[in-house]
C-alpha cells in the first residue's frame, strides 16, 4: 500500500510539474501538525516518509532537561516512535490537499511573474461570470482576472473599477486596463476579502489609462509617439477631456485623434458604452488650456492663481 501511494504520488509531481522532494517535505510538515493535535502530543511530533517504501513514521516529541536556552525554550527533543498502526487514509487525505495548495499557489505565482509587468497594459477579455461585488474576465485559458465593482458604503476596503451604469453579462467582450497583480507570497496585514478564491490580476474600467490606451490603438500617430496625449480627466461613466499636442507643426493633433467624420474617437466612445470623449489641445499656458478644455463654450477669461498655478 505504501509503495502504491508513492508511485501515485510521484505520477502527480510528473504531471503537474511539483517537486517531488519539496511536496513530501510539505507532507511531512502538514502531518505533523495533524498528528500532533490527534494523539494531544504536548510538544508536537515529527514525521518522516520513507522515499523508497513510502512508509510513515510518527514520533512524540520529548523535551531534553538541559537543553534549555536563555529565554527559556528547549532546543533538542528526543524522538520517541509513536506510529499508529493505520496512517495511509490520513497521509492520503493530507497528500490531496497538499498537492491542490501548492499547484494552487505554482498557478497564482506563474500568472503573478507574467502580469506583475503589465500594469497598465490593455487587455481584451470575455466574462465568465458576474457576481453582485465583482465580475470575472477570462483573458486566456487557464488566467483570468477580476473586475470589482463593491459597494463602498458596505466595504471601504475595497474597489469600484466599474463605470456607473455599465452591466456585463456572460460572454460579452470588453477591454480594460491592469491596475494590480496580487502577489501570492507577499505578508500583509490585512488580506483581501476571500483572496484565495478570486482572481490575482485586477483590472479597470474607470482608469484613465484606459482612454490613453484605446487611443493608441485607434490612432497611429499616438501609437508612433507623434502625438502625445498630456492630460486626462475622466468622470467614468459620463465624459472625459483628452488634451493633446504634436511634436509635428504640420500635423493637428485634435483631428488626428478625432479621424475621417470622427471615425476614431467614435470607435473609443463606443468601447467605453457612449461615454463622452472631448479631445482638446493642449497648451504650456495652463489659461489657454484651460479655455480650451472648456470649449465648445466660448471663454471670454480665465485667471489663474500664480502661487498654485490654479
Given amino acids: ?42 510538544w508536537g511530533a515529527k514525521v518522516t516518509i520513507d522515499r523508497m517504501t513510502g512508509k510513515i513514521y510518527v514520533y512524540k516529541l520529548v523535551p531534553i532537561d538541559d537543553s534549555m536556552d536563555e529565554e527559556g525554550n528547549y532546543t533538542e527533543f528526543e524522538e520517541i516512535d509513536v506510529t499508529p498502526k493505520d496512517t495511509s487514509r490520513i497521509a492520503a ?13 505554482a498557478a497564482r505565482e506563474q500568472i503573478y511573474e507574467e502580469f506583475s509587468q503589465r500594469i497598465g497594459d490593455i487587455i481584451t477579455g470575455t466574462v465568465l461570470q458576474s457576481t453582485p461585488d465583482f465580475t470575472i474576465v477570462k483573458i486566456r485559458e487557464g488566467v483570468e482576472a ?11 476596503e475595497e474597489r469600484n473599477e466599474r ?22 507570497n507577499a505578508q500583509i496585514s490585512q488580506p483581501v476579502r476571500g483572496e484565495h478564491s478570486r482572481p490575482s490580476i485586477v ?20 501609437y508612433d509617439g507623434v502625438v502625445e496625449i498630456r492630460s486626462i480627466a475622466r468622470e467614468a461613466g459620463a465624459r472625459s477631456k483628452v488634451a493633446v499636442s504634436s511634436l509635428d507643426d504640420r500635423l493637428d493633433p485634435v483631428g488626428a485623434c478625432v479621424g475621417p467624420k470622427g471615425s476614431r474617437v467614435r470607435t473609443v466612445v463606443s468601447e467605453l458604452r457612449g461615454e463622452r470623449v472631448d479631445v482638446v489641445l493642449w497648451s504650456d499656458d495652463p489659461a489657454r488650456c484651460v479655455a480650451n478644455a472648456l470649449s465648445p463654450a466660448k471663454v ?3 485667471v489663474i492663481d500664480e502661487e498654485t498655478n490654479y
Fill in 1 to 42: 500500500m505504501a509503495s502504491a501511494m508513492m508511485e501515485a504520488l510521484m505520477a502527480l509531481c510528473q504531471e503537474k510539474h511539483i517537486d517531488e522532494l519539496y511536496l513530501l517535505d510539505r507532507l511531512e510538515q502538514s502531518l505533523a501538525q495533524s498528528y500532533a493535535s490527534l494523539m494531544h502530543l504536548d
Fill in 93 to 105: 487525505q493530507h497528500a490531496k490537499a497538499e498537492i491542490n495548495a501548492i499547484v494552487r499557489n
Fill in 146 to 156: 477580476e473586475l470589482p465593482h463593491f459597494d463602498r458604503k458596505r466595504h471601504p
Fill in 163 to 184: 463605470p456607473n451604469g455599465e452591466r456585463y453579462t456572460h460572454n460579452m467582450r470588453l477591454k480594460a486596463v491592469i491596475i494590480d497583480v496580487r502577489d501570492p
Fill in 203 to 222: 483590472i479597470s474600467r474607470t482608469h484613465p489609462e484606459l482612454i490613453r490606451r484605446l487611443f493608441e490603438l485607434e490612432v497611429p500617430e499616438i
Fill in 300 to 302: 471670454t477669461r480665465v
